[in-house]
Every structure is written in structure tokens, then in C-alpha cells.
């Protein structure tokens, strides 16, 4: 089975991406998505969260006070780091085991941090980004979100720049049209990721 590692900075457009990818049939997985799961609340994470990084990381139900989790991270990169330390293994372990369930030729596994996190990385025999221009990114985030310009821009600033990111991945598709722009160039990569994934 050829594992395809989707990447995009935020507001890029990763998650109509993977949801245009599953209509095709092709099992998806968002690493986001499991994070969010596993900091809900009174769970094992949270509750490693609270004992390493302090009670203040939890909200009344504890779990994860994502806003205040939001504000740290970007702000200090030491924290960030701490938080990531508990969260990855975890979320590396869940798409590990639900790899090893899928029977379909291909698969894609929908991680942020994918080209900077050697483990994630390592997972994906091909690297797809959806890649968008920066001012793009800002009206769709501002528009979903609510978060201010600067907030934007200072997550958009601690992830790897898009140059970077185009030329470490195998495929790339520039997300800054319609909908239905997306759809063809996703069943263009879905057919050929069909052909790879049965070689």
C-alpha cells in the first residue's frame, strides 16, 4: 500500500483536500484531528499535561484549554516542544495501528508538522502539499477562526516556510481556485496514486 503524507500550512485548504480525497474512496486520517481526541476530557494525555506542563493547561472538564495551549505555543517554543513530546508518540501510535487496518491501495495520512517531524515523515512513501498563497491563508483562517491578522501571521511564522516545504514534497498542488479546481487536481493524483499504490 503507498502511504501519502498530506502537508499545508494552515488555511491552506488540507482538510477539503482530504475530505475531496475520501469521496474518492481513499481512507484518510488527520493527525489534527486525533490530537483533538486525545486531549478531550479526563483523558490520559490531559492528565500528562497537567502533571508536566501544570493544571493551568486544563480548562473545568479537563481537558485541554485549547486557546490558552494555543497562546503558549506560539509565543514559547520550549512549550511548544514539551506539549509535543506528549502528543506525538500518541498520535504516531494511532495512525500506525490504523494503517495496518487499511486494504486499499493507497492512503493518506494528513499531518501539519509532516516535514518537520522525522517520525511522521518517515511513514509516507510520498509527500503531498496543498500550498496556497500567505494572504490566502489569512482571509481563509480570519474568516472560519476569528483570530486576528497577527495571529495568523505568528503561527504562519513558526511553521517551516512554504518554499521549503515545495521543494521537499513529491507532489504539490496549488490550492488558490474554485472548489472544483481542487476536485480535478485531486482525482488526477488520486488515479495516479492508484496505479503506484497496486505496482
Request: proline residues 5%; glycine residues 6%; charged residues 20%.
Amino acid at each position: 500500500m503507498l502511504i501519502v503524507g498530506m502537508t499545508g500550512g494552515i488555511g491552506s485548504g488540507k482538510s477539503t483536500a482530504a475530505e475531496l480525497f475520501a469521496k474518492q474512496g481513499a481512507p484518510v486520517i488527520d493527525a489534527d484531528q486525533i490530537a483533538h481526541q486525545l486531549t478531550g476530557k479526563a483523558s490520559p494525555a490531559t492528565e500528562s499535561i497537567a502533571k508536566q506542563l501544570g493544571e493551568h493547561w486544563l480548562d473545568k472538564h479537563r481537558a485541554l484549554n485549547r486557546s490558552y495551549a494555543r497562546q503558549q505555543i506560539f509565543t514559547d517554543p520550549q512549550l511548544k516542544a514539551r506539549l509535543e513530546q506528549i502528543l506525538h508518540p500518541l498520535i504516531l501510535s494511532r495512525i500506525q495501528d490504523w494503517l495496518a487496518e487499511q486494504t486499499f491501495p493507497y492512503a493518506i495520512i494528513v499531518v501539519p508538522l509532516l516535514l518537520e517531524i522525522p517520525s511522521f515523515h518517515a511513514l509516507a512513501q510520498r509527500s503531498l502539499l496543498i500550498d496556497c498563497p500567505e494572504a490566502l491563508q489569512i482571509q481563509r483562517v480570519a474568516a472560519r477562526s476569528g483570530l486576528s491578522t497577527e495571529e495568523i501571521q505568528r503561527i504562519i511564522a513558526s511553521q517551516m516556510p512554504a518554499e521549503d516545504k515545495r521543494q521537499l514534497c513529491s507532489d504539490i498542488i496549488s490550492n488558490q481556485g474554485s472548489v472544483d479546481t481542487l476536485r480535478k487536481a485531486i482525482e488526477t493524483l488520486h488515479e495516479r496514486y492508484l496505479l503506484l499504490g497496486k505496482a
